[in-house]
């Protein structure tokens, strides 16, 4: 029967956490904050509002909110430079062949992501097609590990919850689509991912079999 596939965008579709890494470096630098890779990980599907009070309580710094309104918008800018060159060739491994796989089979699809930069990532990526529900960060008002940007997304696709499965590579995204009673699937680390329904290293590891099972 028609589910809908409700995929999140970084850490599932493209790797842009480096490039968020880097950005938020810009920022940490010039605030005298040291912010290692380690630190990166706790960005992951969180907005970014709280990413860069995340980075201040690093560094113990407070900060008025004049001042983080600007911080805000360097850091975009500096991501958004990272994004110029951006082309298919960045779309991770796997990927591509189960959107076509899954549009072959008339499945619903839909983005399910914290940013709100992901309708142009999609775009220069070239796969903006085959996605019949965007719900991004311009759309959602509460965070993961809340289901609303789930819960939206199965709605715009007219199907129940029950019926839909979310690909996640954060912990917060696993729990947003456990508590929408969605099934879930995470891509990375089983060790990280351990609350999800299903576990792939990464969407090479993601077969026709395993889409025919969620299907009937
Ligand atoms: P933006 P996802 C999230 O994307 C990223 O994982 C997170 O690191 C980032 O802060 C957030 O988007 C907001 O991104 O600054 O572009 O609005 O994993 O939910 O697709
Ligand atoms: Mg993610």
Redesign the pocket.
Same mark, same amino acid.
């Given at each position: 029967s028609k589910k809908a596939f409700i995929f999140? %965008?970084? $850490?599932?579709?493209v790797d842009? @956490?480096k490039y968020?890494y880097l950005a938020w470096q810009k920022i940490a630098e010039a605030l005298h904050i040291n912010f290692t890779h380690e630190h *990166?990980e706790l %960005?992951? $599907? =969180?907005? /970014?509002v /709280?990413?860069l009070d995340i980075i201040l309580e690093l560094g113990n710094v407070k900060a008025s909110q004049e001042d983080k309104d600007k911080w805000l918008i360097q !850091? *975009?800018d500096e991501?958004l430079s990272y994004l110029v060159d951006m082309d298919e060739s960045e779309i991770l491994p796997g990927v591509l062949n189960i959107l076509k796989l899954l549009k072959d089979k008339n499945q619903g699809i839909a %983005?399910?992501? @914290?940013? !709100?930069?992901?309708r142009p990532?999609l775009e220069k990526t070239g796969i903006l097609s085959y996605f019949d529900a965007i719900v991004? $960060?311009n759309d959602v008002s509460n965070a !993961?590990p809340d289901p609303e =940007?789930f819960l939206k997304a199965a709605q715009l696709l007219k199907i129940d919850p029950k019926n839909a499965i979310v690909f996640?590579?954060?912990v917060a995204?696993i729990q947003a689509a456990n508590i929408a009673e969605m099934a879930s699937v995470g891509i990375g680390e089983e060790t990280i991912l351990h609350e999800a329904d299903y576990i792939f290293k990464d969407f090479t590891f993601v077969d026709e079999n395993f889409i025919d099972k969620i299907i009937n």
């Amino acid at each position: 029967s028609k589910k809908a596939f409700i995929f999140d %965008l970084d $850490g599932v579709i493209v790797d842009t @956490a480096k490039y968020h890494y880097l950005a938020w470096q810009k920022i940490a630098e010039a605030l005298h904050i040291n912010f290692t890779h380690e630190h *990166n990980e706790l %960005l992951k $599907g =969180v907005s /970014r509002v /709280r990413s860069l009070d995340i980075i201040l309580e690093l560094g113990n710094v407070k900060a008025s909110q004049e001042d983080k309104d600007k911080w805000l918008i360097q !850091k *975009n800018d500096e991501y958004l430079s990272y994004l110029v060159d951006m082309d298919e060739s960045e779309i991770l491994p796997g990927v591509l062949n189960i959107l076509k796989l899954l549009k072959d089979k008339n499945q619903g699809i839909a %983005l399910g992501s @914290a940013s !709100k930069n992901a309708r142009p990532i999609l775009e220069k990526t070239g796969i903006l097609s085959y996605f019949d529900a965007i719900v991004d $960060g311009n759309d959602v008002s509460n965070a !993961k590990p809340d289901p609303e =940007v789930f819960l939206k997304a199965a709605q715009l696709l007219k199907i129940d919850p029950k019926n839909a499965i979310v690909f996640e590579d954060s912990v917060a995204g696993i729990q947003a689509a456990n508590i929408a009673e969605m099934a879930s699937v995470g891509i990375g680390e089983e060790t990280i991912l351990h609350e999800a329904d299903y576990i792939f290293k990464d969407f090479t590891f993601v077969d026709e079999n395993f889409i025919d099972k969620i299907i009937n």
